[in-house]
């Protein structure tokens, strides 16, 4: 019977699910229909399908062709489509062994003269390939992507050709080597950006590492020129690499975006500093075909937003529901995506229109409406709000001592991460309201002390668990067991924001 079934990978999202792809040859008017909810981009196939069998030597059958996609529910997209079937094709006509098609899949694109192009996103369907122990036939050109993952029964195909002689055993496919070597798990701190480069601002400078050790968010607050954003391109080198599988991870994302992650930045983790006039669809995801947004490439690392009071109020306030469940949802009419967004917001602006708020050209109304393009509970999802002030007069001149560099910054902040992981499981900035009651080791009077102190600055119950993360984390840097109201007083002056908002409503 002239049926073939081979097996390749969608796109939806991070998943790749399997499809298969049924070729069936019958009697009747020479025809080619494709079924199984093909979209434009894949029922072009059987014009390049066609032109690559006829180009590369092979025989296309005059035979009535129908090439089914399953499920028929799951919505394909793009050319990864035309390799398998054209191997179908090739199977079902006889012209390759369907017997060398078992536990096999593929995924490519052809060019008319029977080239294999390479394709999009395909490091989830490599990871799936692994998982299910099938050979996977892919692109020569994505071979970058399949280094990544490692999976040693992953074949490169150039041309039809080639990949038909394979399956016929009369020769060989280039292969990967079982492990990487290019992996460094000790990667050295980058030295382009070190922590002694910042004259003064030891506050600022404090605040970063306490971000970086409890993985919290922070927002800097000062006049222009002060050093905010070369702070905040500065927490890189303070956290520790990406483990392995959260790399992957990672490389997966951007996969499916359409990016490539350079080998020697493969455990490095991400930081994405979007312009304030991207979109919400940029920022959060989304589009006809949802890809990935600047919060998803930022999963397990560094958002920053500059100048955050000139992004649009409705695209920070997105921002807000990712902030807590660590991941987005993107719903379609066609399906439902979800892509993991667990990221360390780092941002910074001025505290007034014209930039400083002493010598400010702007009145306290002026100033007010600035600061409520920032909603109360966006804010809420600070941890701390740093304040960055204008340095004293000779302090660029006069001679400085050398400064801390990241690296020894690094080593606490790595001492500080692992103190937390030990102790509950996850870093400070994730503790639920039950561990942190549990593992804080706050006295029930330095409790009443936080709560008085949240009250009269008018701040939430949320604000109330968060300045206890800090304190936490500031105990943890210190080596300290107990948190000390010495460490929430500490936590509490990271507050600039609601003290700025407090000295103007007193105006």
């Known amino acids: 019977m002239a049926i073939a079934c081979v097996f390749t990978r969608a796109s939806c999202g991070v998943e790749a699910p399997k499809v298969t792809v049924e070729v069936h040859l019958s009697n ?133 050709q080639n990949l038909a002689a394979f399956l016929h055993g009369q020769a060989q496919l280039p292969l990967l080597d079982t492990q990487p070597e290019w992996i460094d798990e000790s990667p050295v701190a980058d030295n382009l950006l070190c922590m002694s480069d910042v004259i003064g601002q030891y506050q600022a400078k404090q605040g970063l590492e306490i971000a970086a050790a409890g993985n919290h968010n922070l927002l800097f607050l000062g006049p222009p020129g002060t050093g905010k954003s070369m702070l905040a391109n500065r927490i890189i080198p303070l956290l520790p690499a990406l483990s392995y599988d959260e790399a992957i991870e990672v490389a997966a994302i951007h996969s499916v975006a359409g990016l490539h992650i350079k080998p020697q930045d493969f455990l490095n983790r991400p930081f994405r500093s979007p312009h304030h006039t991207c979109s919400s669809i940029a920022l959060i995801g989304g589009g006809s075909h949802p890809k990935p947004g600047e919060i998803s490439l930022a999963h397990r690392g560094i958002l920053f937003l500059d100048e955050i009071a000139e992004f649009p109020r409705k695209v920070l306030d997105c921002l807000r529901e990712p902030l807590e469940t660590g991941q987005v949802e993107i719903s379609r009419a066609a399906a439902k995506l979800t892509f993991s967004s667990r990221f360390q917001l780092i941002a910074a602006m001025n505290p007034s229109p014209c930039g400083d708020t002493e010598r400010a050209r702007s009145t306290p109304d002026q100033i007010q409406r600035y600061l409520s393009r920032l909603s109360g509970p966006f804010l809420d999802r600070f941890d701390l709000t740093v304040d960055v002030p204008k340095l004293p007069s000779g302090t660029l001149t006069q001679k400085h001592q050398p400064g801390e560099t990241s690296v020894d910054i690094a080593k606490r902040v790595k001492q500080a991460r692992e103190y937390q992981l030990a102790r509950a499981g996850v870093l400070n900035s994730e503790l639920t309201p039950k561990q942190l009651k549990q593992d804080s080791n706050i006295s029930q009077q330095d409790l009443e002390f936080l709560e008085q102190s949240v009250v009269s600055l008018g701040l939430s119950v949320r604000s109330f668990h968060r300045i206890q993360r800090v304190a936490r984390t500031i105990a943890d840097l210190q080596q300290s067991v107990t948190t000390e109201r010495g460490h929430i007083a500490q936590a509490l002056g990271y507050r600039a924001m609601d003290r700025l908002l407090a000295k103007l409503n007193q105006q």
């Open 28 to 160: 009747g008017l020479p025809a080619f229909n494709l079924v199984g909810l093909p979209e434009a981009s894949v029922k072009e196939a059987k014009e390049r399908v066609r032109s690559a069998l006829i180009n590369a030597g092979f025989e296309f059958p005059q035979r009535r062709i129908t090439v089914n996609l399953a499920p028929a529910d799951l919505p394909k997209q793009g050319g990864r489509y035309d390799l398998p079937i054209a191997i179908g094709i090739l199977a079902a006509s006889n012209q390759v062994p369907s017997k060398a098609l078992h536990q096999c899949e593929f995924v490519g694109e052809l060019a008319l003269s029977g080239q294999i192009r390479p394709c999009t996103g395909l490091l989830p369907a490599i990871i799936a390939a692994r998982n299910d122990q099938h050979h996977f036939f892919m692109p020569i050109d994505n071979r970058h992507e399949a280094e990544l993952v490692g999976y040693h029964h992953s074949y490169f195909v150039a041309h039809l």
